[in-house]
């Protein structure tokens, strides 16, 4: 009886030592923010090979800063959103002048973000095989997928 | 004056001995299926455990138990760092699409935008 509560504990204690062994090992450590770790998964999925890799990340690397910087605008322009809306709410009517000004700039950033995540995009593009290419436009936003060819009436 | 003992007396007595009563006799096949049944789970308790024992008295089964155990544990870690990586692949794809796409945190879903 003995030694079959020792063979048991034994048994136990090597698949729990294995388990949290394989877990440690196996596990990423790479943050998803870092945009070398949103590339290598890219480069994953669509199998790319080390030139298209390497092109793909100069292209993201040289966009990238402007990307971040709409982000930022687009983020304040929301938060001017939220502070006309407080306004309308407490004080009942807001600066149209300024209102309208807020609308022109956000237009403004709107095309502009439109504009660059369509030329990352379309760039990216264009490293890629057919079939690669298919499977990464099935990862970007619709909006920034090529408008299907028109067939003629 | 006491009567004199007749010689059948003592046979009549142990046949009455021996006879069981009416319903001792209806419950006898019950009473031997139960003591059958109970014999035959104190022969099987000790046999069992014993069996058992002498499977892992053998070095070659205990080895195989305990690797089956590494692998088994092995076998459930994979399953988990597989979900652990499909989850991160998600995770991993929103950030991209959020990194080329800064209009998406806004909108939240990009299929409401119009290309």
């Known amino acids: 009886m003995k030694r079959i509560l020792l063979v048991v504990l034994f048994g136990l204690l090597c698949g729990t030592a294995g388990h949290f062994a394989c877990l440690y090992v196996q596990q990423p450590h790479l943050s998803n923010d870092n945009l070398d770790a949103q590339l290598s998964w890219i480069k994953t999925d669509l199998q790319l090979t080390p030139a298209q890799y390497a092109r793909i990340k100069a292209i993201h690397e040289q966009s990238s800063p402007h990307l971040l910087k709409l982000a930022s605008r687009v983020a304040r322009m929301r938060e001017e959103f939220s502070a006309f809306e407080r306004q309308r709410k407490t004080a009942g009517e807001i600066d149209f002048l300024e209102f309208a000004r807020f609308i022109e700039e956000r237009r403004r950033i709107d095309s502009d973000c439109l504009l660059s995540s369509r030329q990352i995009v379309d760039a990216s593009a264009e490293v890629l095989t057919a079939d690669q290419r298919q499977r990464y436009f099935t990862l970007v936003p619709p909006a920034l997928r090529p408008a299907p060819p028109r067939i003629p009436n | ?115």
């Open chain 2, 1 to 115: 004056m006491k009567p004199a003992r007749d010689p059948l007396d003592p046979l009549l007595d142990r046949w009455r001995s021996e006879i069981p009563p009416a319903s001792a006799s209806a419950d006898l096949p019950r009473e031997v299926w139960r003591r059958i049944a109970d014999a035959e789970v104190s022969a099987l308790e000790p046999g069992l455990i014993a069996r058992i024992e002498s499977v892992f008295q053998r070095p070659s089964f205990a080895f195989a138990f305990i690797a089956a155990c590494t692998l088994f544990g092995l076998f459930l870690a994979e399953i988990r760092v597989s979900r652990q990586q499909a989850q991160r692949n998600l995770q991993l794809a929103q950030a991209y699409v959020q990194l080329i796409d800064p209009l998406l945190q806004e909108t939240s879903t990009a299929d409401t935008r119009t290309p």
